[in-house]
């Protein structure tokens, strides 16, 4: 069996280079391998499998599990489970219809209201192959990034007023199949247990650093930072700022002093009151002196 490697499973290129000599627990790395959004998941299931093939249930301690009783090895057992059966389904066309649509990341919404139909999976994939291609041949969209997907919904599945048996397959932007579920039709929620939990991850990044695509607040916790954290998040495209929560740390990387657009420069100003090396009032100072400009020119430089 190869050797699994689970910095192959850490998205962010920053927080992986920090942790290439990291002895993660048998816990970090299958919540690491449940998280990554950059590895397919026929291989997230083939390294899950071997965690539960190397470690035992005492190997996989959960102290913060609240009202979670069950071992964790259990919960990725049964996640695993989960993948393998919703990948089975896909060829599985009895009573059953599919849903295909592509969307751009940064709308993920736009094609929601105007789905398209498939009698089969095969034809629904290929209807996402069709519309990828349109992307790509087009010079000036061809480097959008999209997410593709594709519900297999079981017909007549029971009380209708909770909505239908369904089965997700999300596909990145190079159309690489990374990550399946299923919504219950019992309480209309996600069946991913491993969702629920969290771990601390070191990180190299500190309160002040400028992040592509977020910045945010020190970790309160000596160990890290949380998978999911609120933070200050500044999208470049848009040159605008606004808070959210339950962003994926896990994503995170740091902004190389030439990917900060020129319009933008105040970052360098606000990323320097934030680490201490700068006063508030200082900038205030030299705001009310008509001198800010300057200050950011210097700071740009730096």
């Given at each position: 069996?190869?050797?699994?490697?689970?910095?192959?499973?850490?998205?962010?290129?920053?927080?992986?280079?920090?942790?290439?000599?990291?002895?993660?627990?048998?816990?970090?790395?299958?919540?690491?391998?449940?998280?990554?959004?950059?590895?397919?998941?026929?291989?997230?299931?083939?390294?899950?499998d071997?965690?539960?093939?190397?470690?035992?249930?005492?190997?996989?301690?959960?102290?913060?599990?609240?009202?979670?009783?069950q071992?964790?090895?259990?919960?990725?057992?049964?996640?695993?489970?989960?993948w393998?059966?919703?990948?089975?389904?896909?060829?599985?066309?009895?009573e059953?219809?599919?849903?295909?649509r592509?969307?751009?990341?940064?709308?993920?919404?736009?094609?929601?209201?105007?789905?398209?139909?498939?009698?089969?999976?095969?034809?629904?994939?290929?209807?996402?192959?069709?519309?990828?291609?349109?992307?790509?041949?087009?010079?000036?969209?061809?480097?959008?990034?999209?997410?593709?997907e594709?519900?297999?919904?079981?017909?007549?599945?029971?009380?209708?007023?909770?909505?239908?048996?369904?089965?997700?397959?999300?596909?990145?932007?190079?159309?690489?199949?990374?990550?399946?579920?299923?919504?219950?039709?019992?309480?209309?929620?996600?069946?991913?247990?491993?969702?629920?939990?969290?771990?601390y991850?070191?990180?190299?990044f500190?309160?002040?650093?400028?992040?592509?695509?977020?910045?945010?607040?020190?970790?309160?916790?000596?160990?890290?930072?949380?998978?999911?954290?609120?933070?200050?998040?500044?999208?470049?495209?848009?040159?605008?700022?606004?808070?959210?929560?339950?962003?994926?740390?896990?994503?995170?990387?740091?902004?190389?002093?030439?990917?900060?657009?020129?319009?933008?420069?105040?970052?360098?100003?606000?990323?320097?009151?934030?680490?201490?090396?700068?006063?508030?009032?200082?900038?205030?100072?030299?705001?009310?002196?008509?001198?800010?400009?300057?200050?950011?020119?210097?700071?740009?430089?730096?």
């Amino acid at each position: 069996m190869d050797e699994l490697n689970i910095l192959d499973f850490i998205d962010s290129e920053d927080i992986r280079e920090y942790n290439k000599d990291t002895l993660f627990s048998p816990t970090q790395k299958a919540l690491l391998i449940g998280h990554s959004k950059k590895q397919t998941i026929e291989k997230k299931i083939k390294a899950m499998d071997r965690l539960l093939l190397e470690y035992l249930d005492w190997d996989f301690p959960y102290i913060d599990a609240d009202d979670k009783k069950q071992s964790f090895r259990k919960v990725i057992t049964e996640e695993v489970k989960e993948w393998k059966e919703v990948l089975e389904k896909r060829y599985d066309n009895r009573e059953a219809v599919y849903i295909s649509r592509l969307s751009e990341v940064e709308f993920l919404s736009s094609d929601e209201g105007n789905p398209r139909f498939f009698s089969n999976y095969a034809k629904a994939y290929e209807s996402l192959v069709i519309a990828k291609k349109r992307y790509l041949d087009d010079l000036d969209l061809k480097d959008v990034q999209t997410l593709g997907e594709i519900i297999r919904i079981t017909v007549d599945a029971g009380n209708a007023s909770y909505g239908c048996d369904e089965r997700h397959y999300l596909f990145d932007t190079d159309m690489r199949l990374i990550d399946v579920y299923r919504k219950c039709h019992e309480d209309n929620c996600l069946v991913n247990g491993m969702d629920a939990y969290r771990c601390y991850i070191p990180v190299p990044f500190k309160a002040g650093d400028i992040v592509f695509p977020y910045d945010w607040e020190e970790p309160k916790n000596k160990y890290g930072i949380s998978m999911y954290a609120s933070l200050d998040t500044y999208y470049a495209k848009e040159k605008l700022f606004e808070i959210t929560d339950d962003t994926l740390v896990l994503e995170l990387s740091k902004c190389k002093h030439d990917e900060l657009p020129e319009d933008q420069r105040i970052l360098k100003v606000i990323s320097a009151v934030r680490k201490g090396e700068l006063d508030f009032y200082t900038v205030l100072n030299r705001m009310s002196f008509h001198e800010l400009d300057d200050m950011v020119t210097w700071f740009y430089k730096k």
